[in-house]
C-alpha cells in the first residue's frame, strides 16, 4: 500500500485532468456556441436564463482552473455544488433515486469534483508551487519535514 500512496500526486493529476476536460467540453459551448439553447433549457427546467451563463462560466474557467491546479479547492466545490444543483433540478434523484443510469454521469462529475475540494490539487499543481503544502492538499508532507 506504501507503494500506491506514492502515486498520489499522480492520481490527483490524473484527476484535475480527466475532469477539467470534460467541464471545459461542457462549459464552452455554454458560452461560445449554442448559448440561446442553453438559455431555453434552463428556462424550460423553471431556472432563470441567465443561469446558463454561469453555469458556462463555472464549467469552462472551473475546468480550466482544475487543469492547471490552480485554486482547484475553490474550483472543485463550485463544480460539485453546480453539478448537485443539476441533479436535483433536472429531477433524476428526486423521481428514482435507483435510477442511477438516468444520472450517473452528472453523480460522477459532481462527486469527482468533491473529492478535488477535499484532496486539493496534489503536487503537481499551481496550487502547490504558488502556495505551498497547505493549499495544494499536502499537509502531511508538511508535518513530516
Do not use: C
Request: net charge positive; glycine share 12%; aromatic share 8%.
Amino acid at each position: 500500500m506504501q507503494s500506491l500512496e506514492k502515486l498520489k500526486p499522480l492520481a490527483l493529476l490524473l484527476l484535475r485532468l480527466a475532469l477539467g476536460a470534460v467541464f471545459i467540453d461542457h462549459g464552452y459551448p455554454k458560452l461560445f456556441g449554442h448559448a440561446r439553447e442553453t438559455v431555453e433549457a434552463f428556462m424550460r427546467l423553471g431556472l432563470p436564463g441567465y443561469l446558463a451563463y454561469v453555469s458556462g462560466l463555472i464549467e469552462f474557467f472551473g475546468g480550466s482552473m482544475l487543469i492547471v491546479g490552480l485554486f482547484t479547492r475553490v474550483a472543485g466545490l463550485l463544480l460539485a455544488i453546480e453539478l448537485g444543483i443539476g441533479i436535483w433540478k433536472v429531477g433524476h434523484l428526486v423521481r428514482d433515486p435507483l435510477a442511477v443510469p438516468g444520472y450517473e454521469s452528472p453523480l460522477l462529475l459532481a462527486v469527482s469534483a468533491f473529492a478535488l475540494a477535499t484532496l486539493g490539487a496534489g503536487a503537481v499543481s499551481l496550487d502547490q508551487a504558488i502556495f505551498g503544502a497547505a493549499r495544494s492538499g499536502s499537509r502531511k508532507a508538511k508535518n513530516r519535514d
